[in-house]
């Protein structure tokens, strides 16, 4: 399917079916909408079998302040036992 999460399947499937570690980069920095994508990316990429995010430049051409929330709200997504593997 197109679905992110099965497409996100077929990316770990292609790491030799996960013994390498999948890692998805978190895109461009755009702004407003940064967070909510950071978010949404980390939780298509643990649901779909992936473990971590990479997010260079969403966090790190911020302020602190906001840059530091987002790579914390990045690392809940991770921590959290109720998002699991869909």
């Known amino acids: 399917s197109d679905h992110p999460i099965d497409l996100t399947r077929y990316q770990v499937a292609n790491c030799y079916m996960g013994r ?3 890692i998805n980069s978190g895109g461009e920095s755009k702004g407003a909408t940064d967070l909510a994508e950071a978010v949404t990316t980390a939780v298509i990429n643990k649901r779909g ?3 971590g995010l990479i997010s260079g430049r969403k966090a790190f051409q911020k302020p602190m302040k906001e840059g530091v929330a987002l ?3 990045i690392q809940d ?3 959290n036992k109720e998002v699991t593997i869909a």
């Open 20 to 22: 390498n570690g999948l």
């Open 49 to 51: 079998g992936g473990q």
């Open 71 to 73: 790579l914390n709200a």
């Open 77 to 79: 997504v991770y921590l």
